[in-house]
């Protein structure tokens, strides 16, 4: 089977053909194109500009994806494409591209959601090798840890989710940014400050690690930034210090989200952790985790993405669309429609 994935949720435009063959996946041609540079000027992803970008490129993406998969568009077999969360403009260039295909080409049409996809960036193999991914990893507990959401999913199967903690102010890698701004770093601040950690010591400062130890499992990152902030207009810190506190930020933030995964892994009894969103590339969290888990629930598999698929892209869409598929799960194209709010395990507004 070959599926068609279309990605237009922030600020990537992204274009993938993903097959699958009797058990595994090969990303036959992965087309992506960040406005990254564009919105640095900014601070930050502006809609418009963002939905403009996406115009200009997703047909030309569109042509380089299936040229490099060598393949022509009557032998797409599914079409997957982000129909939210996510800025409705950008959505929408996605959306109405897969909506046109869809009644053109007389294929179906799978509307993904874009957290789901991240979870199914597991799935998808490293260049010219399988994936590890156990025959049966259900029940499994996803971390969902992206630019703008951070949250514990329960995942039953195929397409069942349940929240079961979120953050409740901002998102992790919202956190990663607002810190890389205020140490002076490039957009989007994330990588920059796992970056610059790595010179640094992380137990420099101690900064705090906002509900570590209340019972729930929801998260909180804002009075972690607001500490960074006020640790920096209280002290002058010369170039040489910013390692420390990038180290030390990181530190905290990995701590909250690694304490947070275990009291769930204890309260949830599940095969397989899987990490998904952005921030999964960063590799203090990566290897905190497995040796979390590795120590305290060793019978777990804990599964991380491949740092190509970690941040947002088509061939997870196309992923998480191949098993929507399997079940017949399509959306016709007159109906479907972009839903910026849709959460995870909820049946979509517009649906
Ligand atoms: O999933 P994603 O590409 O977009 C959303 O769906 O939001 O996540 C982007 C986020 C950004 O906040 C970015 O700074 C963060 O992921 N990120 C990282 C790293 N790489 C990307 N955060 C921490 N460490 C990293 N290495
Ligand atoms: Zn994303």
């Known amino acids: ?133 156990p025959q049966q990893p259900f029940p499994a507990l996803g971390l969902l840890v992206s630019g703008g959401h ?47 950690a790595k010179r640094g010591n992380p137990t420099a400062i101690r900064f705090p690690r906002p509900m570590l130890n209340s019972p729930n499992l929801d998260f909180s990152f804002a009075g972690l930034k607001t500490s960074v902030r006020y640790f920096l207009d209280r002290h002058i810190i010369q170039p040489g210090n910013k390692p420390d506190v990038a180290a030390s930020f990181q530190a905290a933030a990995v701590d909250v989200l690694v304490h947070k995964t275990l009291r769930a892994l204890k309260r949830h009894n599940v095969r397989t952790l899987i990490l998904a969103g952005g921030v999964s590339a960063n590799s203090e969290l990566r290897s905190g985790l497995a040796a979390a888990v590795a120590k305290r629930h060793p019978g777990v598999a804990f599964l991380k993405p491949n740092l190509e698929y970690c941040t947002d892209n088509a061939a997870m869409i196309a992923a998480a669309g191949y098993f929507h598929a399997l079940k017949k799960e399509f959306t016709d194209w007159k109906t479907l429609d972009a839903d910026p709010d849709w959460e995870l395990g909820k049946l979509r507004e517009s649906s």
């Open 150 to 196: 951070t949250e514990l999913v329960l995942v039953r199967n195929h397409g069942q989710y349940r929240l079961i903690g979120q953050t409740r102010d901002d998102a992790a890698g919202e956190v990663f940014d607002k810190v890389g701004k205020l140490l002076g770093l490039g957009y989007p601040g994330g990588p920059f400050v796992s970056q610059l």
């Open 1 to 133: 089977m070959l599926i068609l994935g279309i990605e237009t949720s922030c600020d990537e435009t992204s274009i993938a053909v993903l097959e699958r063959t009797h058990d595994h996946f090969v990303v036959r041609s992965h087309f992506l194109a960040s406005q990254v540079k564009t919105h640095a000027k900014y601070g930050g992803v502006v809609p418009e500009v963002a939905a403009r970008m996406h115009l200009e490129v997703i047909l030309p993406g569109l042509r380089a994806a299936l040229k490099q998969a060598r393949i022509s568009l009557p032998d797409v077999d599914v079409i997957a494409v982000t129909a939210g969360p996510g800025l409705i403009t950008s959505l929408l260039v996605g959306v109405e591209t897969a909506r046109t295909l869809a009644w053109s080409l007389n294929k179906p049409l799978v509307a993904v959601n874009h957290l789901e996809g991240h979870l199914y960036a597991n799935w998808l193999p490293e260049k010219n090798r399988k994936t590890f991914v």
